[in-house]
T-cell receptor
Framework: NAGVTQTPKFRVLKTGQSMTLLCAQDMNHEYMYWYRQDPGMGLRLIHYSVGEGTTAKGEVPDGYNVSRLKKQNFLLGLESAAPSQTSVYFC????????????FGPGTRLTVT | AQTVTQSQPEMSVQEAETVTLSCTYDTSENNYYLFWYKQPPSRQMILVIRQEAYKQQNATENRFSVNFQKAAKSFSLKISDSQLGDTAMYFCAFMKYRRSGNTPLVFGKGTRLSVIA
């Protein structure tokens, strides 16, 4: 099992450009999450999904959109990137039962210039 | 809304010694889960230990143990016999319990731990 994978691992964007971050999990998990990590801020929730076709806003959703068309994938989109979106982005997934542990991907470092 | 506070931005400990990282949280929930995650320089988030609020017994995983004080809303992590590989950022996290399923994690800002040889 690969667990949770994220594509790409690094990216540099210019202000105003768009991009999509892909998260994939092979553990048949119902729940998936996108967090961003900034220095001194910990991880903050952007959006999450409790199942295929569903999404919900987290603490810092502005400037991002998400889609969960397939159970194993959770996409995070930036329509018009801003320097304030420079961050490390983590995807995570968890089962709807059991240990409640969230499994994290390796992260994507995004720089917006 | 839940908040998680880690009051120690940085700490250091000598190899083989014991160190305790502090975490307090604020919630009106009665049922919840608490976690400590480790983030080494590789950036990977690794679960260290978890505690269910309904359990009075403190969780233990090898050299890692917690001191869970529900009334005080305190959840500290003790690392015994510190090793160089314990050098990492440590995050305390809170999760509400819902019978319908999981809820997102709320993280503290982290404590950077350095283990010195």
């Amino acid at each position: 099992n690969a667990g949770v994978t994220q594509t790409p691992k690094f990216r540099v964007l210019k202000t105003g450009q768009s991009m999509t971050l892909l998260c994939a999990q092979d553990m048949n998990h119902e729940y998936m999450y996108w967090y961003r990590q900034d220095p001194g801020m910990g991880l903050r929730l952007i959006h999450y999904s409790v199942g295929e076709g569903t999404t919900a806003k987290g603490e810092v959703p502005d400037g991002y959109n998400v889609s969960r068309l397939k159970k194993q994938n959770f996409l995070l989109g930036l329509e018009s990137a801003a320097p304030s979106q420079t961050s490390v982005y983590f995807c995570a997934s968890s089962s709807h039962e059991g240990s409640y542990e969230q499994y994290f991907g390796p992260g994507t470092r995004l720089t917006v210039t | 809304a839940q908040t998680v506070t880690q009051s120690q931005p940085e700490m250091s400990v000598q190899e083989a010694e014991t160190v305790t990282l502090s975490c307090t949280y604020d919630t009106s929930e009665n049922n919840y889960y608490l976690f400590w995650y480790k983030q080494p320089p590789s950036r990977q988030m690794i679960l260290v230990i978890r505690q269910e609020a309904y359990k009075q017994q403190n969780a233990t995983e090898n050299r890692f143990s917690v001191n869970f004080q529900k009334a005080a809303k305190s959840f500290s992590l003790k690392i015994s016999d510190s090793q160089l590989g314990d050098t990492a950022m440590y995050f305390c996290a809170f999760m509400k319990y819902r019978r319908s399923g999981n809820t997102p994690l709320v993280f503290g800002k982290g404590t950077r731990l350095s283990v010195i040889a």
